[in-house]
């Protein structure tokens, strides 16, 4: 990720919208999307298995899944507010010694990511502009499940998409939103030895759960 990137994530990603999903997580628990994958996760067995979340925001793949009998999770985060508040987050719940939390470019770390069961990215490779770096890299990583949500290619979502992105340059934020192509999306975990094993829709998303073959 380059530094204007870098700049875009801790731009949209801060102190205000931590507190706002926060409070929500708490109050509510995991948004919609969420829950689908962490169940679809759980229905698959999630038993002792180690995952790195990308891309983890307050935390909330990490922890359900810790609560659901994952043995221990990394969280990489490339937004400094995020990574604090996750880290605060897990204290709270009674998970500090079962999180290891990394802050920066998943891209950039992978190589110092040991591999896992399970690879998550809950809404991450719509925040990212190179699809195969990212999910080529995250893939390799997962020794048995790769779970991931992202924007459905439809063509509502690139109209917004378009229309959110035209509203960044007129703010002189850096910050993009991606609709990269499901077939682009599949086409890397096919190449990565994984098939679909899960998916669904929800609304402005799609949540999908592959299995290494």
């Known amino acids: 990720m380059d530094c204007c990137r870098g700049q875009g994530i801790e731009e949209r990603f801060n102190q205000r919208r931590v507190a706002r999903d926060l409070k929500t997580y708490q109050c509510k628990g995991s948004a919609p999307n969420t829950r689908i994958l962490r169940d679809a996760l759980r229905a698959a067995g999630v038993e002792g298995m180690t995952l790195p979340d990308i891309g983890g925001g307050i935390g909330a793949i990490p922890l359900d899944l810790l609560s659901a009998g994952a043995s221990r999770a990394t969280e990489v985060e490339a937004s400094t507010a995020f990574i604090a ?18 802050h920066g470019n998943f891209v950039d770390l992978a190589p110092t990511i040991m591999p896992a ?56 934020t850096p910050f993009r939103f991606f609709v990269h192509r499901t077939r682009a999306v599949e086409a890397l975990l096919r190449d990565a030895g994984l098939e679909r094993h899960f998916q669904r829709t929800v609304g402005f998303w799609q949540v999908g759960v592959y299995v290494r073959a």
């Open 85 to 102: 508040a996750a880290r605060e987050e897990g204290a709270r719940r009674g998970y500090s010694d079962r999180v290891t939390y990394l």
């Open 117 to 172: 069961a399970i690879v998550t990215l809950d809404r991450v490779i719509c925040c990212y502009h190179d699809l195969p770096s990212l999910v080529g890299a995250s893939a390799a990583k997962a020794q048995r499940l790769y779970g991931l949500v992202y924007p459905r290619d439809i063509w509502f979502t690139h109209v917004t998409a378009f229309v959110l992105n035209l509203l960044f340059r007129l703010q002189r």
